[in-house]
């Protein structure tokens, strides 16, 4: 059964570990551990007590940002990303949130088709936005909530 949780400082480890192998520019760990220190929300996704997924975000005012959602590739379509993005936005609901922000890779059509399955729309494209060793444009989508 998957299980979401308000991250730790014990799931920070383990969660980078997930943000190395599936993102193809990963955060650095100085800049992932600054996140949670920051205050950024944070939910985890387990499955008997294993972290398989994660989600980081930022509420201002009535805006939510999407900073990095992740799962392992051997959890890919079986729930676990939806989970946490139906919690993502609930709490965000709750919180006083009336839109959310993310950026996606343009090529990454599997995040974008996973996005749109919530009714986010494409509201702009940044150009190489992303930089390092695989460079790509990012598409800005928001959903009002």
């Not at 940002?65 to 590739?73: E, F, M, P, R, Y």
């Not at 079986?78 to 890779?105: D, H, P």
């Amino acid at each position: 059964m998957l299980k979401i949780s308000l991250m730790d400082q014990s799931d920070l480890e383990l969660a980078y570990e997930i943000e190395k192998e599936v993102n193809p520019t990963p955060w650095s760990k100085k800049n992932f551990f600054s996140s949670y220190e920051i205050g950024h929300n944070s939910i985890v996704c387990k499955h008997e007590n294993n972290l398989i997924g994660f989600a980081i975000f930022s509420l201002v005012k009535e805006e939510c940002h999407l900073l990095n959602i992740a799962v392992i590739k051997s959890w890919h379509r079986k729930g676990a990303g939806s989970l946490l993005m139906n919690t993502l936005i609930r709490q965000s609901k709750v919180l006083g949130a009336k839109k959310v922000f993310l950026e996606v890779r343009s090529k990454n059509f599997n995040a974008i088709s996973f996005y749109k399955k919530y009714k986010f729309v494409q509201d702009a494209l940044r150009i190489n936005y992303y930089a390092g060793n695989n460079p790509d444009d990012a598409v800005m989508m928001s959903l009002d909530i």
